[in-house]
């Protein structure tokens, strides 16, 4: 069945159901990016084993064959790199969703793959850094097109699918990396990059520019790329959503990116068992998404986001403790919870802002994970170092995850988006202009599946001459609000 036959009329456009090709095929993108993004975890002890020096001492780098410092700044650089997400993810607000979807997911597949080619630690460093905004930008680019493309009561189950897409490409790597690492080696599971690449324009027919954007816009020409113009009313909001995106950053950069190598190098877990333990929390993974869409959109976005923040942080330091079952355990009961963010915390960083700058909010979004990512791994690497001790990380988690959980606080200071549309959270901020719908009808989708869709060009050309959202901070020689 195609898309025409599923698509359903919304506020003057066209929306999708989670489950439709347009969704899936967006999915895929993300699926791409996470396998192109997660071979440097996957693979980072073997990366260590291949540019260092193993020994039998006690110490981190005796077992890693790097340092924690030094793996910690090699990550930290490629996690800084991130920054150039910002300008990326911006220039959809000018050039549109699906056109940079498409440059980002190929430039940064092929520069995952030239990493295959890397002499050193260092240039390893360096060439994935290169492609790491890319795929950062088509992750963040991923959510803010299912969040266009649907009604409040599919949204949370359309960003749900974008992280499951996401997850599916990051676990595939980590298995096959465990399971072929003597085979492959770290250059052949980069190399693997070109399989996703080769598909890339196939998926891509799929993938449909979102109405809401093209309504906004009304032409490319019409608008310009920005970095964070954003109208003054807004940015209060975006300062404490990239807060809060800095937290889960400081926790997930080191939980994440150094489990493998803890695995691997400190534990000596067979690759049997570490692929075992990412099939396992790929399982636990799918029911945290379902689980995060259900309290998303029952107890809605922001307790949701409380306490997936919270088990993150806990079962962070659990799975550094020491015994194997505690990093499984850990290991497998956090990535349930960042599951359980997924669909809560993208939903509410997409709906608090209008449409005109989602793709800029979406880059700081990014550099505050940046950040986040980038203190919290040159923090663990630090006090990792200065513990003196291989098998015993928990203190380094300790002091690195759990007071990050104290900032769950700020979510009070949001207002909560479950069950309403994006444009109706903006008329409290800034008065709506005449061209700008409000419907008193949250679910206006729900009432018109037998409704036929309006073309693309027809809702462009209905809006072209008109104000658009006051998302974009007025600049000068604008008439009208437009951007």
């Known amino acids: 069945m195609g898309d025409a036959a599923t698509v359903v009329e919304g506020q003057g456009f066209r929306t999708y159901r989670w489950s439709d090709p347009a969704l899936i095929a967006t999915a895929l993108l993300a699926a791409a990016s996470g396998f192109g993004q997660f071979g440097a975890v996957a693979a980072l002890g073997d990366v260590a084993k291949t540019f260092g020096h193993l020994t039998s001492g006690a110490t981190f780098a005796d077992e890693a064959g790097l340092s924690g410092t030094v793996l910690g700044v090699g990550l930290a650089i490629i996690r800084a790199a991130s920054f150039l997400g910002l300008p990326l993810a911006s220039l959809a607000d000018r050039f549109g969703r699906k056109p940079m979807l498409a440059a980002t997911c190929a430039m940064g597949l092929v520069l995952t793959v030239l990493t295959a080619l890397s002499p050193s630690y260092w240039w390893f460093v360096a060439i994935f850094a290169l492609g790491r905004p890319f795929l950062s930008a088509t992750t963040g680019l991923t959510q803010v097109s299912a969040v266009e493309l649907t009604t409040s009561l599919q949204r949370a189950k359309a960003v749900s699918l974008m992280a499951a897409g996401y997850a599916v490409g990051?676990?595939?790597?980590?298995?096959?990396?465990?399971?072929?690492?003597?085979?492959?080696?770290?250059?052949?599971?980069?190399?693997?990059?070109?399989?996703?690449?080769?598909?890339?324009p196939v998926i891509l027919r799929k993938v449909v520019e979102p109405d809401r954007f093209a309504r906004v816009v009304g032409s490319a020409s019409g608008a310009e790329p920005v970095l964070g113009p954003i109208a003054r009313p807004f940015r209060r909001r975006l300062l404490l959503v990239a807060v809060l995106a800095f937290c889960v950053s400081v926790i997930t950069g080191p939980a994440n990116s150094l489990v493998f190598i803890y695995a691997e190098n400190f534990l000596h877990l067979g690759g049997i068992v570490t692929s075992g333990m990412v099939v396992a929390a790929g399982a636990a993974g799918l029911g945290g998404l379902l689980v995060g869409r259900w309290l998303s959109d029952r107890l809605g976005r922001r307790p949701t986001v409380a306490i997936a923040m919270v088990g993150m942080a806990v079962f962070g330091v659990l799975a550094y403790t020491g015994p194997a079952w505690a990093l499984?355990?850990?290991?497998?009961?956090?990535?349930?919870?960042?599951?359980?963010?997924?669909?809560?915390?993208?939903?509410?960083?997409?709906?608090?802002?209008?449409?005109?700058?989602?793709?800029?909010?979406?880059?700081?979004?990014?550099?505050?994970?940046?950040?986040?990512?980038?203190?919290?791994?040159?923090a663990f690497g630090a006090v990792a170092d200065?513990?003196?001790?291989?098998?015993?990380?928990?203190?380094?988690?300790?002091?690195?995850?759990?007071?990050?959980?104290?900032?769950?606080?700020?979510?009070?200071?949001?207002?909560?988006?479950?069950?309403?549309?994006?444009?109706?959270?903006?008329?409290?901020?800034?008065?709506?202009?005449?061209?700008?719908?409000?419907?008193?009808?949250?679910?206006?989708?729900?009432?018109?599946?037998?409704?036929?869709p309006r073309p693309v060009a027809e809702n462009v050309a209905d809006h072209r001459g008109g104000p658009t959202d006051p998302g974009a901070a007025e600049r000068p020689g604008a008439r009208g609000g437009e951007p």
Do not use: Q
């Open 386 to 452: 200065v513990r003196g001790t291989s098998h015993h990380l928990a203190l380094a988690a300790a002091v690195v995850f759990l007071p990050m959980m104290l900032t769950t606080g700020f979510l009070l200071l949001l207002p909560e988006t479950k069950g309403k549309e994006p444009e109706e959270l903006w008329s409290d901020l800034v008065p709506v202009s005449a061209g700008e719908e409000v419907h008193a009808d949250p679910h206006p989708a729900e009432h018109h599946d037998g409704a036929k």
């Open 170 to 200: 990051a676990g595939l790597d980590a298995i096959v990396h465990s399971l072929a690492e003597k085979t492959l080696g770290f250059r052949g599971i980069f190399a693997l990059a070109v399989v996703p690449l080769v598909f890339l």
């Open 328 to 378: 499984f355990f850990g290991y497998v009961a956090g990535v349930t919870c960042g599951a359980v963010f997924a669909p809560a915390g993208g939903s509410l960083a997409n709906e608090l802002f209008p449409t005109s700058v989602r793709g800029s909010v979406t880059g700081w979004y990014i550099a505050a994970g940046v950040v986040g990512a980038v203190v919290g791994l040159l």
